[in-house]
């Protein structure tokens, strides 16, 4: 089994293991209602449910109980 000839940091280890996983979270504009939200999620605008663009749930609409 190979030992290494110097200690190398614990610190030095973590730095080098961490360092491109700290990125930002893309952010888009969606075109059909012009609001930032995270790529590849469904997201809340004035009630609906935007998902690509389309309204995949519509919750804006009061039901009106009989």
């Given amino acids: 089994m190979a030992h290494p000839k110097r200690k190398i940091s614990k610190q030095r ?8 996983k700290l990125t930002l979270p893309a952010v888009a504009v969606c075109p059909t209602t012009g609001e930032p939200h995270l790529m590849h999620r469904a997201y809340w605008s004035e009630g609906k449910l935007y998902y690509r663009g389309n309204v995949v749930i519509d919750n804006s609409e009061e039901e009106i109980a009989e």
């Fill in 13 to 20: 280890r973590n730095k080098r293991r961490t360092h491109q």
